[in-house]
T-cell receptor, first 117, second 113 residues
Framework: GAVVSQHPSWVICKSGTSVKIECRSL??????MFWYRQFPKKSLMLMAT?????????EQGVEKDKFLINHASLTLSTLTVTSAHPEDSSFYIC?????????????FGPGTRLTVT | DQQVKQNSPSLSVQEGRISILNCDYT??????FLWYKKYPAEGPTFLIS?????DKNEDGRFTVFLNKSAKHLSLHIVPSQPGDSAVYFC????????????FGSGTKLNVKP
């Protein structure tokens, strides 16, 4: 149980284009989902917290107009990287907190490797 | 500025021996700590946690120790098994804010048969 999927697992896009990453909780409902970014040999950095049906809360330094987050249902959150640049190349990983779970619970997806050329 | 640090990027241990993974933090307000385990091509999975009101929490072969005065926690795995080979992340959260966890950069554990 408590499986989170991400799609795609890897994507290559050209500079200036937009790319959408999906995060799904497969066997539970998640009111809250999180989006992280990880640079090589660095820690997971929280980008934003998304709550179903409301606007995402972005961490300081994260451009909300560049990283669009939508959490339209209790099982799906999407991250759209708009007008991608090579510096956006990174590993993006989402997590989901069960609506009925403990406050510290979160289940992670396998991540998406984004390469912008 | 990284508030949670794992200074050892890798650790190699013989099967059956103890594995000790270390984590340091800078923010004395952190009051809840977690360890996650990550296999290749999978997301991190929760392993064990500890509240700042405790200094030790044990779950089977896994024990987490917390030294608040030193702002240091460690994960002990004993006995280590080849299936424990993975990347281990520690994470910390501040009071009343389980929406934000600060992660270390991970330690890759290799348990040799």
């Amino acid at each position: 149980g408590a499986v989170v999927s991400q799609h795609p697992s890897w994507v290559i896009c050209k500079s200036g284009t937009s790319v959408k990453i999906e995060c799904r909780s497969l066997d539970f409902q998640a009111t809250t989902m999180f989006w992280y970014r990880q640079f090589p040999k660095k820690s997971l950095m929280l980008m934003a917290t998304s709550n179903e049906g409301s606007k995402a809360t972005y961490e300081q330094g994260v451009e909300k107009d560049k990283f669009l987050i939508n959490h339209a249902s209790l099982t799906l959150s999407t991250l759209t990287v708009t007008s991608a640049h090579p510096e956006d190349s990174s590993f993006y990983i989402c997590s989901a907190r069960p609506s009925s779970g403990a406050s510290y619970e979160q289940y992670f997806g396998p991540g998406t490797r984004l390469t912008v050329t | 500025d990284q508030q949670v640090k794992q200074n050892s990027p890798s650790l190699s241990v013989q099967e059956g021996r103890i594995s000790i993974l270390n984590c340091d933090y800078t923010n004395s307000m952190f009051d809840y700590f977690l360890w996650y385990k990550k296999y290749p091509a999978e997301g991190p999975t929760f392993l064990i946690s500890i509240s700042s009101i405790k200094d030790k929490n044990e779950d089977g072969r896994f024990t987490v120790f917390l030294n608040k005065s030193a702002k240091h926690l460690s994960l002990h795995i004993v006995p280590s098994q080849p299936g424990d080979s993975a990347v281990y992340f520690c994470a910390a959260s501040a009071p009343y804010n389980f929406n934000k966890f600060y992660f270390g950069s991970g330690t890759k554990l290799n348990v040799k048969p």
